[in-house]
């Protein structure tokens, strides 16, 4: 006699779903998380799909239901398309969108200020402020309170360290709902058109979801490119479409590609809606974070940003998904299970009937491809809002006019550093090196100090006095003695990192108030957070950094901006390697004279005539981008052309190198191979190692109209299963090529 039986998909790297028996009087429904027995434990899972069929003895029974919310049908679908498109296992992408409940971990109570009757030892205009806002008595939390006074939490601090204001348990209230006429920001005539077109966008989804009638498949959807230059207010033209998806009664998705953007943001976000969103990233842990996933599933949570992670969350009704700076490689996820964040929110849109706006002041070449061919609607902000203008671009020859040996900041740029900071302007001085210096060795023998497990020299950490991999983490002492030759005080640093560029700054402007921002310093995300929100208010003269700084930052006054090396990335074997570092200096340069004063960039380099350099220096975008897909298109490259890498890895160097040999030749058995689809390799990565394992590569290249895919899946099909310690993983539309 036919019984229920429910296929249930586990959130471990197998593709298939397993069926079980519904016991009697256990009610499920596909998307409800269970408890499934699996092996000799007892596993979550989610209920794929629910039948009729014989259920036999072989079976195993569910457990019970499990206390999570289910999976919508449309993120289910989302999961599939996700694992077909990266060949990876349905489990494994299932584990990105199933977060459950930890009941291990006990909630952390949340504290808020109020004052106390004390007065302050000092008064400044920031501590005026928060008294004013702390006059009625009520507990706010930090955060609240510095926002309703318009200064820092550091100001807070301060004053509860004095007894001004004393910390008590706050009360756990859902927080009130986004009003979209809140604080409604003046918009220049461009603006308000993109803002419109938006917002359209946003009206016509949600008529759709409303009629149930999804774009077919194939179709994009409603995507739309707002490519606007640093300053031009594209963060205004987001808020104009949330507005919208708040009217509509739907949820929106803000993805930003690093953690240290969403507190500007949210400040922003809290001045024009009143509270602040839901931010989701690895920072927002524990039960604070189950209560926030439950107000999406439930649909209370209207706006959340958050990183490319938040793509997965179960919204109820999701309306609107913006990818901000959608240029950012750090969007792409090269780890576990491969995949592009921005190309992934285009299909999830297109799955729930939601719009998508995707931003940069530099869009992607695929962008911009597909922007030309009509699959993205194109609008643009060609200038900066109040009428500012963008900073002057200008070159430093550095085989004219470079530095003294063992120095790195030329004269004309220190000049023009000393003359912002003399008038009460920030400068930055950017390098996209981490640490003091890329590598040391010995003077008396060139002994170089490489990591154990990566082949990859160790880089010099001043501030930590260590030498560290930035692939694998190993970290060791700098030694006094050199390990090959004996000799003493032979050490040397060679190269500039960030670190090193903060000490020649001491020396040059003594005095100064100088900030390092690296994303490896410790303190994390929040340290981060606190760093620039005191840039932004003034509290440093002269700021160090990494391409951490490039990334949609408001300092009002930064007046002069100095990249201390614009050659580096120039040289990489990357077929992207001249589009990520016109962006990245592009956007850097951006940051200058986003207030009342002018700004001005500086470029150090080695070979101002190179193309890249030239288009950053005329201002000429367009020409860049034309030659930039003409090269594209005759050599048959994304967005042209389609990749996908395969990296073969084993801890046994000859097992590894077979392993990816026999791929090759079941490649070439597959019968498939011609002039539109064709494997490279084997060959041995850049990287030759990472934490102790080889690592050898394979690519593909496809013309579009084949089913690389299919390809992979039937070469994968017929070629020897990995042993040992072997692995191999398969990235569609790879980024990294190391």
């Given amino acids: 006699m036919p019984e229920p039986i429910a296929d249930v998909l586990v959130p471990l790297p197998l593709d298939n779903a397993f069926s079980y028996r519904v016991p009697a009087g256990m009610s499920v429904a596909p998307g409800d998380v269970v408890c499934a027995p699996f092996g000799q434990r007892v596993v979550p899972g989610v209920v794929w799909e629910l039948r009729e069929g014989p259920g036999g003895d072989n079976l195993k029974s569910l457990e019970a239901p499990y206390p999570a919310p289910p999976l919508p049908e449309r993120l289910r679908a989302f999961v599939d398309w996700v694992a077909r498109w990266t060949l990876a296992p349905r489990g494994a992408v299932l584990a990105m969108a199933l977060k459950l409940p930890d009941a291990d971990k006990p909630e952390a109570p949340r504290v808020g200020v109020r004052v106390t009757g004390t007065a302050p030892r000092r008064i400044t205009p920031a501590r005026a402020r928060i008294l004013a806002a702390a006059a009625d008595g009520f507990a706010l939390s930090k955060r609240e309170l510095a926002l309703k006074a318009g200064a820092s939490v550091g100001v807070v601090d301060g004053l509860v360290d004095e007894g001004v204001l004393e910390a008590v348990a706050l009360a756990d209230l859902p927080p009130p709902l986004p009003d979209p006429d809140y604080g409604p920001i003046p918009l220049s005539p461009e603006q308000r058109a993109a803002a419109d077109d938006v917002a359209a966008s946003v009206r016509r989804m949600a008529q759709r979801r409303a009629a149930r009638t999804p774009p077919p498949v194939g179709e994009a959807g409603e995507v ?37 953007l969403t507190g500007q943001v949210l400040t922003r976000f809290a001045e024009r809606f009143g509270v602040e969103p839901g931010a989701w990233h690895s920072g927002v842990t524990g039960r604070k974070r189950e209560r926030l996933h439950a107000r999406i599933a439930s649909g209370e949570a209207k706006v959340v940003i958050g990183a490319r992670s938040a793509l997965f969350l179960p919204y109820a009704d999701l309306g609107l998904i913006v990818v901000d700076e959608e240029h950012d490689s750090g969007f792409k996820q090269e780890d576990g299970v491969a995949y592009h964040a921005r190309d992934m929110a285009v299909v999830r849109g297109r799955l729930e009937s939601a719009a998508v706006v995707v931003g940069s002041a530099t869009p992607s070449i695929e962008s911009r491809v597909n922007a030309a061919r009509g699959r ?25 006019a470079g530095p003294a040996q063992g120095r790195f900041i030329a004269p004309r740029l220190a000049r023009a550093v000393e003359e912002a900071v003399a008038k009460g302007e920030q400068a930055l001085l950017f390098l996209n090196r981490r640490g003091f210096a890329p590598l040391t060795l010995c003077r ?36 006094d003695v050199c390990p090959s030759c004996g000799s003493l005080e032979s050490i040397v640093a060679c190269g500039p990192g960030i670190e090193r560029i903060a000490e020649e700054a001491a020396a040059l402007f003594p005095g100064r108030r100088i900030v390092t921002l690296s994303s490896d310093f410790p303190g994390g995300a929040e340290r981060l957070r606190r760093e620039l929100v005191a840039i932004a208010e003034g509290e440093a003269d002269i700021v160090v950094g990494t391409q951490l700084v490039a990334k949609g930052h408001n300092f009002p ?18 077929p992207r390697a001249a589009e990520r570092t016109f962006q990245l200096l592009q956007q850097v340069t951006g940051r200058a004279g986003r207030g009342a004063t002018a700004g001005r960039a500086f470029l ?69 191979l011609d002039d539109e689809l064709s494997v490279i390799g084997p060959a041995e990565a850049p990287i030759a190692m990472i934490r102790g394992r080889h690592r050898v590569r394979l690519l593909v290249r496809a013309s579009r109209g084949r089913d690389l895919q299919g390809f992979l899946r039937a070469w994968m099909a017929r070629a020897p299963k990995p042993r040992g310690s072997v692995r191999v993983a398969v990235d569609v539309e790879p980024y990294s090529f190391l």
């Fill in 224 to 260: 739309t490119l707002v490519e606007g230059v640093t300053g031009s207010g594209k963060t205004e033209i987001y808020f104009e479409a949330i507005a919208q998806a708040l009217r509509e009664g739907r949820q929106s998705l803000v993805l930003m590609p690093e953690i240290a």
């Fill in 444 to 479: 008396a023998c060139g002994h170089r100090y490489e990591c154990p497990s990566c082949t990859a020299w160790l880089v010099e950490h001043r501030f930590r006095r260590a030498l560290v991999c930035h692939h694998c983490g190993h970290v060791e002492r700098r030694p």
């Fill in 557 to 574: 006054l930064l007046s002069v901006v100095g990249v201390v090396d614009a050659d580096l990335g120039l040289a990489s074997g990357d």
């Fill in 604 to 672: 150090q380099t080695y070979d101002p005539d190179h193309p890249v350099l030239r288009a950053l220096l005329s201002g000429d975008a367009e020409t860049f981008y034309a030659q930039e897909i003409a090269m594209r298109e005759a050599a048959r490259l994304p967005p042209f052309g389609r990749l996908a890498a395969i990296l073969v890895t084993g801890t046994d160097k000859e097992a590894t190198h077979a392993h990816a040999r026999a791929l090759a030749r079941a490649a070439h058995e597959t019968g498939a």
């Fill in 376 to 400: 993205y609607a194109h609008v643009r902000l060609p200038e900066r809002f109040g009428g500012r203008a963008l900073p002057t671009i200008a070159p430093i020859d550095m085989r004219k």
